[in-house]
């Protein structure tokens, strides 16, 4: 041990050769690997120093040299890239592994006496910056690895990347600003700068570098082990590099808040993926148009109504209209219309198509949105949103801009301010607007603030996103099980089924559907290999498409959960190919896709969206059994109603049994029990209340329709109290089972369901489960209508 240490020191001291000399003899040569710990242990040090701590972090530093050892890299220019890379993902993979382990010890009432706390502020912050360097090109990343994190200068730099200094410090300079943009976007950057921490890289312990010089797969713990197999999963199969993140210094990002730097560097291009979709296509057939023009990656991707245009937003200052049958561009959208310097973010069609609205940021503190005439390309004006996160409600009239603790409602037509949300403190900055089908309902995603401890220290705004459901009407929170569920990193998208039913989110690379009626997880949807970045609905609500860091759009058959299919092929992420937005056409035939390359792929998934299921039909005990099922979890929930979807033929009449004596129960026991609330015994009164609340949501409508009376001011308070807790409580097995009913016969759809659900809406307008099958009738409408050919002109 004595004798690597003293090799490790002389080669630090005067070793030439090249990171890739020593890569090619890293495995026969002792020397040569002594010499790469020496050149970048620190850095791999400091990261994994500051994600797990002190007493954590050596693991972490063993399993990346391990991961390295066992790698097949061999470009000594990306080496410290993908060091830092491999580090950031074993460590973050060890904070999770650790978090896991406190909550089983908690479980099991196991004192936590000798575990390490949950993460302190600066550990999460260091989490949500690796995430946003991610964003940077592979050049200026390594350029900002060399020279700001390892400290070589820019000639040193210049040598080891093979280009010139003067190269260098345009790459470093662009990186700078590029992430002290989005830092400060999300609040992290004053943060930083009071912390006053000099650097990421830090000296490693001799004792840490004498084991990591002597390891080998034979000598390494299990726990180093399964550590570096997740760092060499990365790149198993290709010998690509697979880099994730760099951190950032305190030093550095307040040397940018004071200086201002050349323009935002484009993402490097590369070749349009191919196709792949197990068990759907065949071979490796290309995109039917790839659109090609943007100088950026592109943020957003919107098909028209009629389908016959694509809007796309890009960060190189302009948005694009392209003719979908063509692929050719018909105009370009800039704003100003002189420069091409701002990003574009966020991009829709209004309802009509007459009317494309975009977010655009003017500066890095300031944003737009900007409408305009879809025809003409013409600007029509300007609405101030100060996070540029942006929705335009389904029948055209409002368009939602959000901000700090703040969403402002705006006229389409005139760009009136008509209403406006205050947040409080429940979301600092609102990340992205979502509106339900039917047009009352708002979702925002945002993080809320830090707690404060009074010490003097201030606390980073690092929390995750959470969601807020409001009313459009009054600008009120409503009670919804969805208020306050995490949603992910800041930033993060989330989207709505076409039935309003399924919120779908990611937890890094996996995907999560969750019931909007409990809030509890129906499903989670495992194969991406990186984040996921957006998510789409196909029109009739059967399939998701997904689009990932790791350069594919994966799709997924929404009841049994089973992926359907990818294109495009799997990408080092420092070099291009996230998919940043994906958007299926208005008929469900295809899908289009854009992201780091700068282009947009327009994909025929005519055969995964019109696929047939085979039907598996139900003996009357399985149904039976499957109704029971019907209202538990979410979970089995979801898969009974998989299970009922596929056996339409004995499910229909099955449900329809059920629900048509539902409808039809007597209500006049409730109606009695709401009399009594009026009754001039005090006794009686209660005794009422009590049994009403007993009921729970089963009362529900009788209790919404006394109160659509003329009750005494006695009974409206208590009439509002009951319902008030029915609202705020989860729903009754019979209550979810009548609405899991409703949605199985809406996603059957045929003559036979549409029928049933119809004889549902003559119900008590009042109850719960005959406003269920109404909506789903118009849906089933508005979907038919959308599928026939408009008449020729």
């Known amino acids: ?332 959208l800039e704003f100003p219309a002189t420069k091409g310097n701002n990003e574009f973010g966020h991009i829709a069609f209004s309802p009509d198509g007459a009317l494309v609205v975009t977010s655009v940021r003017e500066s890095q503190d300031k944003w737009s949105v900007v409408v305009w005439n879809q025809r003409a390309g013409e600007k029509v004006r300007s609405l101030p949103a100060e996070t540029g996160s942006v929705a335009i409600s389904p029948d055209g009239k409002l368009i939602a801009c959000g901000g700090y603790q703040h969403i402002g409602f705006y006229e389409t037509a005139t760009g009136k301010l008509v209403r406006e949300i205050r947040g409080g403190e429940k979301q600092l900055r609102i990340e992205s607007l979502t509106f339900a089908s039917d047009g009352k309902t708002l979702l925002s995603t945002g993080h809320p603030p830090t707690p404060q401890r009074g010490d003097g220290v201030t606390r980073l705004t690092i929390m995750p996103d959470v969601v807020r459901v409001w009313d459009v009407a009054t600008g009120k929170e409503k009670a919804s099980p969805l208020n306050g569920q995490v949603v992910g990193r800041h930033g993060q998208r989330v989207a709505l089924s076409t039935d309003g039913r399924i919120l779908v989110h990611s937890s890094d690379k996996d995907i999560i559907l969750r019931d909007t009626v409990t809030g509890r997880e129906r499903a989670k949807l495992i194969g991406h290999k990186d984040a996921v970045c957006d998510f789409a609905f196909s029109p009739d609500g059967r399939t998701l498409a997904t689009g990932s860091m790791d350069g594919t759009v994966r799709f997924w058959d929404l009841l049994t959960c089973k992926e359907l299919g990818s294109f495009g092929k799997e990408v080092d992420p420092t070099k291009g190919g996230w998919v940043l937005s994906v958007v299926f056409s208005p008929d469900g035939r295809a899908l289009a896709s854009g992201g780091l390359n700068k282009t947009v792929d327009v994909w025929d998934v005519s055969r995964i969206t019109s696929r047939v299921r085979p039907p598996v039909e139900r003996s009357a005990g399985e149904l039976e059994a499957d109704w029971k099922d019907l209202g538990s979890d979410a979970a089995k929930g979801h898969a009974v109603l998989s299970r009922l979807v596929l056996s339409a033929k004995s499910a229909v009449p099955f449900l329809g049994e059920r629900l048509l004596a539902t409808s039809k129960a007597d209500t006049k026991p409730i109606e009695r029990l709401i009399e009594n609330l009026d009754n001039e015994t005090f006794e009686v009164r209660e005794r009422a209340t009590k049994e009403l609340t007993a009921l729970g949501d089963r009362a529900a409508h009788s209790l919404r329709k006394a109160l659509a009376g003329t009750p005494s001011p006695e009974t409206r308070q208590r009439l509002n109290a009951l319902l008030a807790r029915i609202d705020s409580a989860e729903p009754s097995a019979e209550m979810l089972r009548e609405i899991r009913a409703v949605e199985a016969l809406e996603a059957i759809g045929n003559a036979d369901a549409r029928k049933l659900l119809d004889a549902l809406t003559a119900g008590p307008a009042e109850m719960r489960l005959t406003q269920e099958a109404k909506a789903s009738v118009d849906r089933l409408t508005k979907r038919e209508k959308a599928r026939t050919p408009a008449p020729q002109k």
């Open 1 to 332: 041990m004595e004798h690597h240490l003293h090799t490790l020191v002389c080669r630090a001291a005067g070793d030439v050769r090249s990171d890739s000399e020593l890569l090619a003899l890293i495995r026969d040569d002792s020397g040569a690997f002594a010499e790469l710990v020496a050149r970048h242990g620190a850095l791999v040090w400091g990261v994994c120093r500051h994600l797990l701590g002190e007493s954590d972090a050596e693991d972490a530093f063993q399993a990346t040299f391990l991961a390295l050892l066992r790698s097949t890299i061999r470009d000594g220019t990306v080496l410290a890239s993908w060091l830092h890379g491999a580090a950031v993902r074993v460590s973050l993979t060890a904070r999770r592994a650790a978090g896991r382990r406190r909550t089983h010890e908690r479980n099991a009432a196991i004192s936590e006496s000798t575990s390490r706390t949950t993460p302190d502020d600066w550990d999460d912050t260091m989490a949500v910056v690796h995430r946003e360097v991610a964003a940077l090109p592979g050049a200026d990343r390594a350029a900002f690895i060399l020279c700001v994190l390892e400290g070589l200068t820019q000639a040193e730099t210049a040598r080891r990347l093979g280009a010139t200094p003067g190269a260098v410090a345009g790459h470093v300079a662009r990186a700078k600003k590029r992430l002290v943009a989005r830092l400060t976007e999300r609040g992290v950057v004053p943060g930083l700068v009071a912390l006053g921490v000099a650097s990421v890289a830090g000296a490693v312990p001799s004792g840490v570098v004498v084991r990591v010089l002597n390891l080998t797969r034979a000598n390494a713990s299990p726990a180093v082990l399964w550590l570096a197999k997740g760092a060499t999963d990365m790149t198993a199969s290709s010998t690509k590099l697979i880099c994730a993140v760099v951190a950032v210094t305190v030093g550095l990002i307040a040397s940018v808040v004071a200086a201002g730097f050349g323009p935002p560097p484009a993402a490097p291009a590369t070749p349009p993926a191919g196709v792949k979709t197990p068990g759907v296509t065949e071979g490796e057939p290309k995109p039917a148009h790839v659109l090609a023009g943007h100088a950026d990656r592109v943020m957003s991707v919107a098909f028209s109504p009629d389908g016959r245009w694509i809007a796309t937003a890009a960060w190189d200052g302009t948005a694009r209209l392209w003719d979908a049958a063509t692929g050719k561009e018909s105009r370009k």
